[in-house]
């Protein structure tokens, strides 16, 4: 047995079966690529899901891992630490509001946004305004896993086993203005949007459906708390996605790259909003620890020290051009969209969709396929020009095999591939 079967077996046996692993066993990363345990290299597109900005092995990570692990890895936040105040300067200089909560991942930050706006309508109510506690939500959303991110996630798989959900959450079609508008009323205490819906596959607001959310919102004193958790950080050459627009939301969430790979969540939120908020009505015991703390500043300095946002708009503005070329090679290719490095090409069929991705991996080259369709790129932001080329040299072999394929069989490609991730 190799190792990788042996751990398969294991797992099999001990874990909980939520994932549908690829079997490949990773043991190490060097910048952009992947090193399995045979030595081979993957060329990464997908950063652990938007996770791993700075890529692999990259010495300010690893330099501010060594120094705070040696000082100071957790107090837990009933004493003060250096880290907390510094990056919450940081984040409300770059992101542009107030004040600053620490959770630990993407969905702790959203649970607790929720919180807030609930919160936040109640202290409205006190003070004699008319404001129930309604959350508007988006179809095809994606806010986690936890039972308020989940109620207020769309695709009925991942709620509905669990049910009943959190009550109070309506949806509003995407970038529907007219359904929002007759969704929206004084019961409503926050609108809740992705700038760029990622797991949804990569789909934008667009500006008129953003400026009504705000306007609607300022009528009434409700919130609006954006979601800032896979395009935020820098991933679409802004440090968060909701600056394309020029509006001002009332609370921002963000994970993933945070702390470049250690676990860490941020509510960010206006000091209006923050008047909700009393000692000990929310809490963690890790959330904003100094390791995570350090990291995260070590991040966002080596993102402004290494020009990474204008590497993340240029390498993007190539890799989007290069698909949109490809576009026009292969019909299967029906839509090309995103922003910076979070990127996507939209196929024709989901089986094709499973088939490219399981057919880039034999190539060495991670991508996902989410909403059944769409090929999803989150690669970290130091990627250069000549990986997009490997990447789409790769995926105009696969696209003009599967065509030759389906002519020469007149029938639809077979799928048989695993899409990889959630
Ligand atoms: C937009 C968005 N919100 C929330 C989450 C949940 O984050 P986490 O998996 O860290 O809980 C995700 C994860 O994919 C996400 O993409």
Known sequence: MTKLEQIRAAEERLLLQTYERNPILFVRGEGVHLIDESGTKYLDLLSGIGVNALGYGHPAIEEAIA??????????????????????????????????????????????????????????????????????????????????????????????????????????????????????????????????????????????????????????????????????????????????????????????????????????????????????????????GPLACAVAIAVIDAIEKEGLLRNVVETGDYFQTQLRWLAGRHDAIVDVRGKGLMLAAELDSADLAKLTVAEMLKRHILINCTSDTVLRFLPPFNLKREHVDQAIDALDQILTQQASHATTSSAAPSGGGKALGH
């Open 67 to 288: 120094r705070q692990s040696r000082a100071l890895i957790h107090t837990s936040n009933l004493f003060y630490h250096e880290g907390q105040a510094e990056l919450a300067l940081r984040l409300t200089e770059r992101v542009g509001l107030d004040r600053v909560f620490f959770a630990n991942t993407g969905t702790e930050a959203w649970e607790g946004a929720l919180k807030l706006a609930r919160a936040h309508a109640g202290l409205l109510r006190s003070e004699g305004k008319t404001i129930g506690t309604k959350f508007l939500a988006l179809e095809q959303s994606f806010h986690g896993r936890t039972f308020g991110s989940v109620s207020t996630t769309y695709k009925a798989k991942y709620r509905e086993p669990f049910g009943p959900v959190v009550p109070g959450v309506e949806f509003v079609r995407f970038n529907d203005v007219a359904d929002l508008r007759a969704k929206f009323s004084s019961d409503v205490c926050a609108i809740l949007v992705e700038s760029i819906q990622g797991e949804g596959g990569i789909r934008p607001l667009s500006q008129e459906f953003f400026a009504e959310a705000r306007a609607l919102t300022n009528e009434t004193g409700a919130l609006l708390l954006v979601d800032e958790i896979q395009a935020g950080m820098g991933r679409t050459g802004k440090w968060c996605a909701f600056q394309h627009y020029g509006i001002a939301p009332d609370v921002v969430t963000l994970a993933k790259p945070l702390a470049g790979g250690i676990p860490l969540g941020a509510i960010l939120c206006t000091e209006e909003a923050a008047r909700a908020i009393h000692a000990g009505m929310h809490g963690t015991t890790f959330g904003g």
